[in-house]
């Protein structure tokens, strides 16, 4: 299916995706974005180098890979997820008295629903709706969990024909490895589709 739909991995981005945004595009978005959501005061943009998630929120703060790399019609799909699902989401629990209590009130963990309602936040706004990333973050674990670094990255080859997103595919399910030459992987990005199944 994904090899019928996505065979150009960089043509499927371009397509789906548009042009890569300039820094400076990417600053003036979350700006105008934040106002939006009255966040302004509230959330602060940092960017980071090596990191392994494009972008990410720590605390009141959303944190980018630098340099970076986002494609002009993904980016409100990239801040619903994160500022508009993950951030939001805790901001209101802060205000509930639950608060550093789940224990004490019986509850359970949330991320697994989180993770599934953010990813289908990340593609609600979007043309196309096809999972292309979050199966290939799948697929990833799958195979790194019965290969090397190096079988995941001939396991991906067909797939995804940039070699450095096939890189960061690689990296990510196969990190906090003490030996990557052997079969093992680190599982959460799987809760992008598994999770997104599960809250449908």
């Known amino acids: 299916f994904v090899r019928h739909f996505c065979y150009c991995n960089v043509g499927f981005m371009e397509r789906t995706g548009g042009a890569i945004m300039t820094h400076s595009q990417v600053v003036s978005f979350w700006t105008s974005y ?24 720590s605390g009141k703060t959303v944190i980018m890979r630098f340099p970076t790399n986002y494609r002009i019609h993904r980016m409100k799909g990239t801040a619903d997820h994160e500022v508009g699902t993950h951030l939001l989401r805790r901001l209101n629990e802060a205000q509930q008295p ?71 595919a690689c990296f990510r399910c196969k990190r906090g490895l003490a030996d990557t030459s052997q079969a093992g992987a680190f599982s959460k990005d799987q809760v992008y589709l598994g999770d997104r199944k599960s809250v449908v």
């Open 98 to 168: 639950w608060f550093k209590r789940q224990e004490e009130f019986g509850m359970q963990r949330s991320l697994v629903t989180e993770e599934g309602l953010a990813c289908l936040n990340t593609y609600l706004e979007r043309g196309e709706k096809l999972m292309f990333r979050a199966a290939m973050s799948y697929y990833s674990v799958c195979m790194a969990e019965k290969n090397s670094f190096v079988g995941v990255w001939n396991a991906l080859t067909p797939y995804l024909d940039d070699v450095e997103a096939r890189w960061e």
């Open 34 to 57: 934040l106002t939006s959501q009255g966040l302004s005061s509230t959330v602060n943009i940092k960017f980071r180098k090596h990191m392994a998630a494009p972008t990410m929120v």
